[in-house]
């Protein structure tokens, strides 16, 4: 870059003289203030004017690639206090109530995953691109993060679901330079404890290797240093254990979500209350999809959604892209495109089901608990029982939240708690038995019925289409990887941070699925 200014410095100079000759000249005047017949024919003389010509070129290609002195001097503010300015969001810019017709990315779902990729496609570039989310539940009452516990675990089987667990936990770590301190995430770094009986203790601790492998830290106990280190917890049927020794534990799920679509709407990205129900199509002659069975004449791609809005009101918004991230209603928004109604590639459906999910929050004021010591309470770790239930501390106060991984369609009720929590929580921590409801709540997450894990990428249809949703639970944890994957496919074109390739669509149509075998649904 030097030696590019020096080479245009020295072309200028000469350049530079016959220019400011020729101005020079051209302000000679005759006794009647204007110029004379003489200067006027060497003002216009072909050699000065090509001269003057290439002086401005000149100019051009400095400007072009020496930025003017105050962008200079940002660019080096920028890098003095480069997370300082990251987070120099104050809320939404233009007008909020001003419906944008048009956008460049549309984002159907404004949850975590619908807020992830709409904060980071805004924080990559600003005002360069107009983000429009659309979200049903502005208040998220029906929401998944309603009872969400906010598992942070790095415990699973496949490569990507390790790594986007690493990439969220460094995320949450560095919370503050994204976020500021107004609203913390409230990370407590206590693990979780995974528990396998024989069936299951070779596949746990082969999955512990890969998770080390890829950088998560954990240990594998045997039943007696189980004992040891967990006195209250009942060992008898367990074969290992696997303890995370950092980057895992639980966070506060509302925070994360609230931060999400504060930052997003900071950098600019507009969030409409309203419900998509309906798409446009354009007729595109110029595309063929390859592989296409459905004979079909023309190709028809993805114009505008229409939006019913809370009032009532429809409106539609034309879009460039467009990014399906609405979470248990994902299946039916993908059918709205035809998707899983057409022919060809388009009668694989979006295999996405909303499932019911029920926590509860317990106390018990029994001895030999958790919480009987400060000590112990400081260091248990969420609980991952072989049955399916989970249980982990809220608080210091000898309250608890538990739950079940397994499907129900029944209501958060004492009823539920006793027959299918309660005996599983006594028979691994003994003075549960007696433990007390305090409070239930009941929501609903979207679960991909394929192979439960999330599906992420493009469409192979549509050319401006993209999925983000199925994750079956994970979907807090995994909410900062998901968002920044996909906004690297819509400005870089590929995957940059983590290759999530192999959790495509691709995978319905060639059948083969992604089974995770240490899979929590309870973040």
Request: net charge neutral.
């Amino acid at each position: 870059m030097l030696r590019c200014r020096r080479v245009i410095r020295l072309l200028q100079v000469p350049l530079h003289r016959a220019c400011s000759t020729g101005a020079n000249k051209s302000k000679g005047a005759d006794n009647g203030g204007g110029t004379s017949t003489k200067e006027q024919e060497e003002d216009t003389h072909p050699i000065r004017r090509t001269f003057r010509l290439l002086g401005n070129d000149m100019r051009k290609i400095k400007e072009f690639f020496l930025p003017p002195e105050n962008e200079i001097d940002n660019q080096l503010e920028y890098k003095k206090g480069a997370t300082s300015i990251l987070r120099k969001f104050g809320g939404d810019k233009g007008n909020p109530d001003e419906f944008q017709t048009h956008c460049d990315v549309l984002v159907i779902g404004g949850g975590g995953i619908g807020s992830s990729i709409a904060y980071w496609l805004k924080q990559k570039a600003r005002t360069g691109l107009n983000v429009v989310v659309v979200e049903q539940d502005d208040t998220y009452a029906k929401s998944s993060v309603h009872v969400s516990t906010g598992a942070l675990c790095q415990q699973f089987s496949l490569p990507e679901n390790i790594q986007m667990a690493l990439f969220g936990a460094e995320f949450m770590r560095k919370a503050n330079d994204h976020f500021g301190p107004d609203i913390p995430l409230n990370f407590v770094p206590h693990g979780q404890l995974v528990l396998a009986k024989e069936a299951d203790a070779a596949a746990l601790q082969q999955s512990s290797q890969l998770q080390n492998e890829l950088g998560a830290r954990n240990q594998l106990l045997t039943p007696d240093r189980l004992r040891a280190k967990f006195p209250w917890l009942n060992c008898q049927d367990i074969a290992l254990g696997c303890l995370s020794l950092e980057g895992e534990g639980w966070f506060d799920s509302w925070a994360l979500l609230t931060n999400l679509r504060r930052a997003a709407c900071g950098y600019g990205a507009h969030f409409v209350h309203g419900r998509v129900i309906d798409f446009q199509y354009q007729s595109q002659e110029d595309i063929i999809v390859s592989g296409d069975t459905s004979g079909s004449s023309s190709y028809q791609s993805l114009d505008k959604v229409v939006v019913q809005l809370a009032d009532g009101s429809q409106r539609a918004v034309k879009f460039a892209l467009c990014v399906i991230a609405a979470g248990s209603e994902s299946s039916k928004v993908a059918r709205l495109a035809h998707i899983g109604q057409g022919g060809g590639i388009l009668q694989v459906p979006l295999p996405i089901d909303a499932r019911q999910r029920h926590n509860y929050v317990i106390s018990t004021e029994q001895e030999h608990v958790p919480s009987g010591t400060m000590s112990m309470a400081m260091t248990m770790p969420m609980i991952v029982d072989p049955s399916g239930t989970f249980l982990r501390r809220h608080g210091l106060g000898g309250q608890y939240i538990c739950g079940h991984t397994a499907n129900s369609a029944a209501a958060a009720d004492a009823s539920y708690f006793d027959a299918v929590i309660r005996p599983s929580l006594a028979k691994r921590i003994p003075a549960f038995e007696a433990a007390t409801i305090v409070h239930s709540a009941s929501g609903i997450y979207d679960y991909n019925v394929y192979d439960e894990n999330g599906i992420l990428g493009a469409h192979p249809y549509y050319h401006n289409l993209y999925l983000a949703t199925g994750f079956s639970g994970q979907g807090m944890q995994q909410a900062p990887a998901v968002g920044r994957a996909i906004s690297e496919l819509i400005m870089d074109g590929q995957f940059r941070t983590l290759d999530l390739t192999r959790l495509g669509f691709d995978r319905l149509i060639v059948d083969k699925p992604m089974y995770e075998f240490n899979a929590l649904n309870s973040n």
